[in-house]
């Protein structure tokens, strides 16, 4: 027992394995295996490699956006001059990534809260019985108007009326208006902080540039007319309805060249506002918000209410880092590594199953062992592969021609490894 346990160690540690192989002389199977390998060759080097950069490390990056109009809007309505700076026509006023300008608005001032007839047209009634509170969406008074034949409501008076938008809208100004975008990303993994106010843009370039997708790529500060001509749409046509703005700050970068090159590229998306052109939402289209500016006036409340319709920015930042990194670059090899093996079990399965002479090429890739010879060896207390040495010794005694037995050494053809 004590014997066989220390030759099983012993053939453990102190042996090596290497399996057999068959070197076969077939053009088509030849030909197979290698369009297979160059295939595969082909996808490692041009697909892993080259386009999914699988030898390097990859990181999104922590961002901040700030941002900043500037300009002035005129208006003259029914004989009333009106100025419009950033505190008035921007919403929020406080910088974020996303804001509305507004270009259009329907004023209603002097609201007070009190009863007073519903608009032409809504809710129309011929009696008091047609006026039953809770009937219709505002809150009635149970009366009817006969100047107007409308119902009484209980609501900020006068009421407002939407039905007619300003056209051409009230602040085409706005197309002069200037965008400032501030853009900071940090790269966790690679320990690396860029900002859109890259090498060479300065305060005396801020100050005179002006974005140009050809001649100024880089200057942040961009014409909100220019904005919305590379996004698709028609200035009078979203000033006049609203509309949505999509202004994506891509930072793709490949960190194994200088940081230097890591440079942001701006994109513009018309994201909703024009019916004619891209707006599939036919139902609601353009984008608009009320606005209240509440004041007292002899101890009264009262307010004046904008309907805004503006141009809604949403500034997305994209950003994907790269890096040379070993493991990756491991694991790539070693993936290619071994879809090589398709080759083989592709070409293994042709010449098993598909070519006319399968059965000889079964006869040469497998040996099978015979029962009767295996209980003869050990009959003779022998290792098998010493039995099978002796009865090849015995044949070539006896002059018998192996050349014909597809299961012997002489019916194959090995590897020059092999047979040394």
């Not at 009696?127 to 100047?147: H, L, W, Y």
């Not at 919305?228 to 009078?236: D, Q």
């Not at 353009?286 to 006036?297: D, L, S, V």
């Amino acid at each position: 027992m004590k014997s066989q346990i220390t030759n099983a160690l012993s053939d453990f540690f102190f042996e090596y394995e290497t399996p057999r192989q068959v070197l076969v002389r077939n053009r088509r199977v030849g030909v197979v295996c290698r369009l297979i390998q160059l295939g595969v060759l082909a996808y490692i080097i041009g697909w892993v490699f080259i386009y999914e950069k699988g030898y390097q490390s990859s990181d999104t990056a922590v961002s901040s956006v700030f941002s900043k109009m500037k300009g002035v809007g005129y208006t003259n309505v029914t004989g009333t001059e009106r100025i419009w700076d950033v505190a008035d026509y921007v919403f929020p006023p406080q910088g974020d990534s996303s804001f509305v300008v507004m270009t259009n608005y329907i004023i209603t001032e002097g609201q007070k809260m009190g009863n007073c007839p519903e608009l032409p047209g809504k809710h129309n009634c011929s009696s008091d019985a047609d006026c039953e509170g809770g009937s219709f969406k505002r809150q009635m008074t149970g009366k009817c108007v006969n100047t107007t034949k409308t119902c009484e409501v209980l609501a900020w008076c006068p009421v407002e009326d939407d039905n007619n938008i300003p056209d051409p809208p009230l602040l085409m100004s706005a197309e002069n208006y200037t965008l400032f975008i501030k853009n900071s990303v940090t790269f966790p993994l690679f320990e690396v902080t860029r900002s859109n106010l890259v090498e060479g843009i300065d305060n005396n370039y801020i100050s005179k540039c002006l974005y140009d997708q050809e001649d100024s790529p880089l200057c942040p500060i961009f014409k909100l007319g220019d904005i919305v001509k590379m996004s698709g749409f028609n200035f009078e046509t979203i000033a006049k309805v609203g509309g949505a703005i999509g202004i994506v700050i891509d930072w793709t970068c490949n960190l194994d060249f200088n940081v230097k090159h890591c440079k942001p590229m701006y994109n513009f998306h018309g994201l909703y506002g024009n019916p004619d052109e891209k707006d599939k939402a036919r139902a609601s289209v353009g984008y608009n918000f009320r606005f209240a500016k509440h004041y007292m006036e002899d101890k009264v409340q009262q307010r004046t209410l904008l309907k805004v319709f503006g141009i809604r920015i949403d500034i997305i930042v994209q950003s994907l880092a790269r890096k040379f990194d070993i493991i990756p670059t491991l694991t790539a090899i070693g993936s290619g590594v071994g879809i090589f093996g398709v080759a083989t079990v592709v070409c293994d399965l042709v010449l098993l199953y598909l070519l006319p002479k399968r059965e000889f090429y079964k006869n040469m890739k497998f040996k099978y062992t015979d029962t009767q010879t295996q209980q003869d060896s050990e009959s003779l207390g022998l290792d098998t592969g010493v039995y099978y040495t002796i009865e090849a010794n015995a044949r070539q005694v006896h002059g018998i021609d192996k050349s014909n037995d597809p299961d012997s050494e002489a019916g194959s053809t090995e590897t020059e490894v092999s047979k040394k």
